[in-house]
């Protein structure tokens, strides 16, 4: 019989037969600080497989997972790898009526919930015709079988033994232009990643400790905090609450990791507060960044704060995590750098014609990470994945020496006196003005019905008045190109985003 490819053979039970049962797989870095070792995540893991059987969920059956960054999380998803069980990490920061909407499409069979989610999600999974099971993790409500219960008595289950282009887990994308879509990705998918990003740009080691301010549902937190992890047997922290500049400030300073993974707007500002009160004492080596391309200038302060360079990166939810990215040794700030070992890219134009040097195009990515499908999505599975080659839906610039400059989601380019202009780029030379905190750019049409570039600005601590705005366009006009300045601009609270961090410029396109 050929080798057993469950993924949770290789990220869990190996470091048992590895002599690193003791070692601390994960802890909790709020409330009672819980640990798990991985001795303790082999374990418990089991017992979630069995308890799976005995509740009658069967294999490729779909499980929920509308669970915090806590460690019931890696026992569940693990433990649901271990009975074939489809695991589902489900966005933790969702609407009612967008659950409905996953339900509906996934037909799962059971549902996983941390008891503070309880309220938003139960109406939609008490109207689910497939559900069987909801299972609370935490007090519960009186009503539902707790975690507790659903464990008690139940026989541990060592994993089924699957093939590596098997179904492992679903993501669903983060939606931030319309309803999710499940991906599906294979048993394979997690090592692919752990063998490329996690050990040949990370370089990720044993005795290393990783906080990931993006949480495990999403596949850039999943990487970071579990993948990565387990793939070399370290430690990983987890935070299951919202990531301000001040909790994060807390954890590094009371956890001490050495590899941080944080997403553009948390590095900004967490470098404006740091420039204020100081940094941490913490023993990072490392930094990464991925979900929208790194301000140039927030990239050069963090490095002057920490002395460690941000790895900026490019990954999405159908590739897994990330595939071209900053190295060590290789940093270029305002540039998402070159491809990660072991995957390929592609420049195209609008006829799938690769791009020259100076050219922008569509970007396209080939690796074993790759998932397989969207569920139930036939029409949109056949345009992204082509082949072995995925489409990204973003465009970049080469540049002469082979790196690439992010210029925005293929849908936020336009065209400015018959040139393209990136939003990105723009938004780049508003965040270097020191006034800037955040900023966001969509056309907008003027008085001729010609789109132009309309800002939207979050000021760090600045005051806003005409002048100011006056003053920024000049700003831009000086550093990128008199066409591509804001023509308007407009001060706000904050900027519509996905919960990983991803600014909804269509919701920006909406109002302009």
């Not at 609370?136 to 464990?151: C, H, I, K, P, S």
């Not at 995590?321 to 900053?326: D, E, K, Q, R």
């Not at 949109?380 to 610039?397: A, V």
Request: charged share 25%; net charge negative.
């Amino acid at each position: 019989m050929s080798t057993n490819q469950n993924a949770a053979c290789y990220f869990v039970d190996r470091h048992l037969e590895e002599g690193r049962g003791d070692k601390c797989a994960f802890r909790e870095a709020t409330g009672s600080q819980r640990s798990l070792s991985y001795a303790a995540l082999a374990q418990r893991s089991d017992q979630v497989a069995g308890a799976l059987v005995r509740a009658g969920v069967r294999r490729e059956e779909r499980a929920l997972l509308l669970v915090l960054d806590q460690i019931e999380f890696p026992e569940l998803f693990w433990g649901c790898l271990k009975a074939g069980v489809i695991a589902v990490p489900l966005n933790t920061l969702l609407a009612t009526s967008v659950y409905e909407a996953i339900l509906r499409d996934s037909r799962a069979a059971c549902l996983f919930v941390s008891e503070e989610l309880l309220p938003v999600v139960l109406p939609a999974a008490q109207a689910s015709g497939d559900l069987r099971e909801i299972i609370v993790v935490g007090a519960g409500d009186g009503t539902l079988r707790t975690y507790q219960e659903f464990m008690e008595g139940a026989e541990p289950h060592p994993a089924i033994h699957v093939g590596a282009d098997e179904n492992a887990f679903w993501l669903y994308s983060s939606g931030s232009t319309g309803q999710p879509k499940g991906v599906c990705h294979v048993h394979s998918s997690m090592k692919a990643t752990a063998d490329t990003y996690g050990a040949q740009v990370l370089g990720i080691r044993e005795d290393d400790v990783v906080y990931s301010v993006a949480k495990l549902f999403f596949a850039y937190g999943l990487g970071n905090a579990m993948t990565f992890p387990l793939s070399v047997g370290a430690t990983s922290v987890l935070f299951n609450g919202r990531p301000t500049p001040d909790t994060t400030i807390s954890i590094l300073a009371e956890q001490r990791p050495t590899i941080f993974c944080g997403v553009p707007t948390l590095f900004a500002a967490l470098v404006a507060q740091m420039e204020r009160t100081g940094v941490p004492d913490a023993p990072l080596r490392s930094s990464i960044s991925a979900g929208e391309a790194l301000p140039e200038d927030v990239g050069k302060k963090w490095r002057g704060l920490w002395d460690v360079d941000i790895l900026d990166g490019v990954g999405s939810t159908e590739m897994l995590h990330i595939f071209l990215s900053n190295s060590p040794g290789d940093v270029v700030y305002g540039t998402s750098g070159r491809a990660v070992p072991g995957y390929e890219l592609r420049l195209v134009d609008e006829n799938d014609k690769e791009v020259s040097a100076g050219s922008i195009g569509e970007l396209l990515v080939r690796g074993d990470s790759a998932a397989g499908s969207y569920w139930n999505q036939r029409q949109k599975t056949r345009t992204t994945f082509e082949g072995e080659w995925t489409r990204t839906g973003d465009k970049y610039e080469l540049r002469p020496d082979g790196r690439l400059v992010y210029c925005g989601r293929t849908d936020d380019m336009f065209k400015v006196s018959g040139i393209w202009v990136s939003p990105f780029e723009v938004e780049q030379a508003l965040v270097s003005h020191s006034a800037v905190l955040e900023a966001a750019v969509v056309p907008m049409r003027d008085a001729d019905d010609l789109e132009k570039p309309k800002a939207f600005i979050v000021l760090n601590g600045a005051e806003a008045s005409d002048e100011l705005a006056a003053e920024l366009k000049e700003f831009v006009k000086e550093k990128i190109g008199k066409w591509k300045y804001p023509r308007w601009i407009d001060i706000v609270p904050d900027l519509p985003k996905t919960a990983t961090g991803k600014i909804q410029r269509f919701k920006l396109r909406e109002t302009a």
